[in-house]
T-cell receptor
């Protein structure tokens, strides 16, 4: 089974702190994604990466950056955390299954910014 | 832009069928998906359907697709308490694997 591991399940940070959210996948997938999930809004794409050192903005990239130095690892960075970034963050990678793109998600990282 | 809409809440009695509905706007969607999220967990793929199909059945799950009306539904037969979760409808149309998700339908199963 594909595994997507998010190392931090729960974090509490203060406004202005720098935050790193780490994600590792173990199946050599090329495409990796960061979403944030808020009640009533569903999942919104922050950034995605289709290869090492490559990144593309999603729908809500403001206030975030990403790093992909190794194929298996995709990090989300909040340079200066703000209270409106309190949310659940979900990492995912894709594989192809009978022609369909299939997203496999990590368990999520719940971030609270005080 | 692309939009996926679904109702936010559904209450169903144990043993009854649940039907969760979804509408989407992107006519170029090639695959449509249903994901399930249990409390405190990430999303888990339930099933998906290719856009040229009308129906797909997988054990207790039946997916119906009306491409003309851009309407997707998920029927869960004999709903159990373990089916209580948030269900997300999603569509994908591009080669990168980018998805558009609905807001999620909270399904509560009562005894």
């Amino acid at each position: 089974d594909v595994k997507v591991t998010q190392s931090s399940r729960y974090l509490v940070k203060r406004t202005g702190e720098k935050v790193f959210l780490e994600c590792v996948q173990d199946m050599d997938h090329e495409n990796m994604f960061w979403y944030r999930q808020d009640p009533g809004l569903g999942l919104r794409l922050i950034y995605f990466s289709y290869d090492v050192k490559m990144k593309e903005k999603g729908d809500i990239p403001e206030g975030y950056s990403v790093s992909r130095e190794k194929k298996e690892r995709f990090s989300l960075i909040l340079e200066s955390a703000s209270t409106n970034q309190t949310s659940m963050y979900l990492c995912a990678s894709t594989t192809r299954e009978a022609g369909a793109n299939v997203l496999t998600f990590g368990a999520g990282s719940r971030l609270t910014v005080l | 832009g692309e939009d996926v809409e679904q109702s936010l809440f559904l209450s169903v009695r144990e043993g009854d069928s649940s039907v969760i509905n979804c509408t989407y706007t992107d006519s170029s969607s090639t695959y449509l998906y249903w994901y399930k999220q249990e409390p405190g967990a990430g999303l888990q793929l339930l099933t998906y359907i290719f856009s040229n199909m009308d129906m797909k059945q997988d054990q207790r799950l039946t997916v119906l697709l009306n491409k003309k009306d851009k309407h997707l539904s998920l029927r869960i037969a004999d709903t159990q308490t373990g089916d209580s979760a948030i269900y997300f409808c999603a569509e994908s149309a591009d080669s990168w694997g980018k998805f558009q998700f609905g807001a999620g339908t909270q399904v509560v199963v009562t005894p």
